[in-house]
């Protein structure tokens, strides 16, 4: 299979200062624009308990409102405030995206490299990435999860394990090429041992492809888990999270548009700023990839 | 040429042994006892016992890993928990309105995102390829099933004009049956539009700049045939691989949106399965859905030497 990589020259790293960050900020408005948006995200869902009231109280006698002063965005088929609950939501899209982004990269950063530099081990383990990449993100997900039950934490697994093959391939292509260069020679040579070598001089040079594939795979992942909680399989319907909401609406959308409008924008928007996060990186560390797309 | 053939074939046949063995453990490495899992929450003793038997469970892994490839090989792939029927009976009474959304969704997003990737190409940073950068930035974000609920509020609850959801058979006609498959067609194809379009200007772009373009134009060449005899020809390459990973890549999305417009497609059959805890129908589709992306893309590795007599191995 042939991919038109977006191959990411790597060069020493971007040395990171504050002031260096704000001048990287200024030259790449797509960075701040997603990386702005994220955080305002982060922060509005962290702060939820102090301002967007509860998201699990019922009133029976408040079936269905439309938007008002009171209830922003209305409320539910439960008589539940809809505003409250998109903010709530915002917390466990954040929450499992962010942590099945984190655990494919961690686990594709050690397999890449270890394949990168051990040919037993590359012909094995790629092998199995070549297989559970040809398995459909969501048909993996739904049957890791049907045999095993529903939970955060599982949901969080089997977000991960899908996205990990393109992590470690990435990888695994950046350590093939840095292993040849001079200074790693010249290490080895010096006498470093090679964990320290794969530590001091591999890690860091796979850093910034790292970066931009995580923000692919965090995006991913977001959607990934909304969709397997709107199909009935992800995050447990007592904890509200977008996926759910949209789920148990869905009847009511001729009614009160809100009650599945609101945690759709709120994902777009979400999934959307984790994507132009990640663009704006791909053009800061690679500025050739930029004039040519 | 023939040995590129026999390599590339054999190494999809390790990919899909590969898939076999990772869903084969699943089953019998997941947490309780796999023939309790296929028997359901309401079956008896027997039943478990006589699972357990027929599947060889108190084999060794590899005899039973054995016995279970012989049996799909076989084309048994196993008995649904909740109705008792073959799985591969009822995968096949769902494939007709999956093939309908599939075939229509790459028509669609093939003859639409190719257009809109030349057209964007031709005049970088024109109206067309400024309207693509936000297109393609929606089409990656909006989740497939929040495109199809506002796509049903505005042109079936709002308006009218199409039909909210469901599905009509094509043998009961044309019209009704391509009515029903609008919304949910587009709502599928708008993020492979994007991809496909995205690749296809950047492939474009490559092309446009080498000096065979240059002499093209001074020779006279007319736009429409330098995009379309010159650059489309020499750009094929990258096109026709992600057309090949859209389509394998179709079957997440058509169960989501055939959950949203309640088409009765294997996608449908998947979420019943969720539900009801069927796991032999779920365990069923990921293998069928894995052996289509490894054909596929089998398929696309060896037409490039078609399309492009430049490749030769």
């Known amino acids: ?101 984190a655990c494919a990269a961690v686990a594709g950063l050690v397999i890449g490299i270890l394949a990168g530099y051990s040919r037993s081990f590359d012909n094995i383990v790629m092998r199995v990435m070549d297989g559970l990449m040809s398995i459909p993100t969501i048909l993996l997900a739904i049957a890791l999860i049907s045999l095993t039950g529903p939970g955060i934490g599982i949901l969080i697994v089997a977000i991960a394990i899908p996205e990990t093959p393109a992590v470690a391939r990435l990888v695994r292509s950046v350590v093939l090429s840095v292993r040849e260069r001079p200074y790693v020679e010249a290490a080895l040579c010096g006498g470093a041992r090679l964990p320290k070598v794969l530590w001091r001089h591999i890690v860091p040079s796979t850093i910034p492809a790292l970066m931009v594939q995580s923000a692919t795979v965090c995006a991913s992942a977001i959607m990934t888990e909304a969709a397997l909680s709107f199909l009935g399989v992800g995050v447990p319907p007592e904890i509200p999270s977008w996926g759910n ?36 990186l791909r053009d800061m560390f690679d500025p050739r990839a930029k004039r040519r797309r | 040429m023939a040995a590129y053939i026999l390599r590339r074939m054999l190494s999809a046949i390790a990919v899909m042994a590969m898939v076999g063995i990772f869903v084969f453990l699943l089953l019998r490495l997941a947490p309780g006892d796999p023939a309790d899992i296929l028997a359901g929450d309401t079956a008896t003793e027997e039943m478990v016992a006589g699972i357990r038997a027929s599947l060889g469970l108190n084999d060794p892994l590899p005899v039973q890993f054995v016995y279970w490839v012989r049996h799909m090989l076989g084309g048994d792939f196993g008995i649904s928990i909740f109705s008792g029927r073959p799985v591969l009976e009822l995968i096949s009474q769902r494939l007709e309105p999956t093939l309908s959304l599939s075939i229509l969704t790459m028509i669609l997003a093939v003859t639409v995102g190719v257009s809109f990737g030349i057209l964007a190409a031709w005049r970088t940073g024109g109206l067309i390829d400024r309207l693509l950068v936000v297109f393609s930035a929606l089409g990656y974000s909006v989740p497939v099933f929040v495109i199809g609920f506002f796509l049903i509020y505005f042109f079936a609850i709002r308006t009218h004009w199409l ?126 859905a894995s052996g289509m992306y490894v054909l596929i893309n089998l398929t696309v590795d060896l037409a490039y030497t078609l399309i492009d007599p430049r490749i030769r191995y």
């Open chain 1, 1 to 101: 299979m042939r991919l038109p990589s977006a191959t990411l020259e790597t060069g020493p790293p971007v040395p990171l200062g504050l002031c260096g960050l704000a001048r990287l900020v200024r030259r790449r408005p797509l960075v701040l624009i997603g990386g702005g948006l994220l955080t305002l995200l982060v922060v509005l869902a962290l702060a939820a308990p102090l301002y967007a009231g509860d998201p699990v109280n019922m009133d029976p006698f408040k079936r269905l409102h439309p938007p008002s002063a009171a209830m922003w965005f209305g409320s539910d088929n439960l008589g539940r405030d809809v505003f409250a609950r998109t903010i709530f939501g915002a917390r466990i899209s954040l929450l499992v995206g962010l942590l099945s982004a």
């Open chain 1, 245 to 280: 909401m949209i789920s148990s609406s869905r009847l009511f959308l001729s009614i009160a548009p809100m009650t599945v409008f609101a945690p759709g924008i709120c994902l777009a928007v979400t999934v959307l700023a984790v994507n132009l996060l990640g663009d704006g």
């Open chain 2, 163 to 288: 039909p909210v959801q469901g599905y009509k058979p094509f043998e009961s006609g044309l019209g009704p049956w391509f009515v029903h498959l609008i919304l949910p067609t587009v709502t599928l194809s708008l993020a492979y539009i994007a991809f496909i379009a995205r690749v296809t200007r950047a492939s474009m772009l490559e092309v446009l700049s080498e000096d065979y373009m240059r002499t093209a134009a001074a020779k006279g060449a007319s736009s429409y045939a330098m995009l379309f005899h010159h650059a489309l020809k020499n750009a094929g390459v990258p096109i026709l691989t992600v057309i090949g990973i859209s389509f394998a890549y179709l079957i997440g999305g058509v169960v989501l949106t055939e959950t949203v417009f309640n088409i009765p497609g294997i996608g449908r059959l998947v979420v019943d399965a969720i539900n009801n805890r069927d796991y032999p129908i779920i365990q069923s589709v990921l293998i069928l």
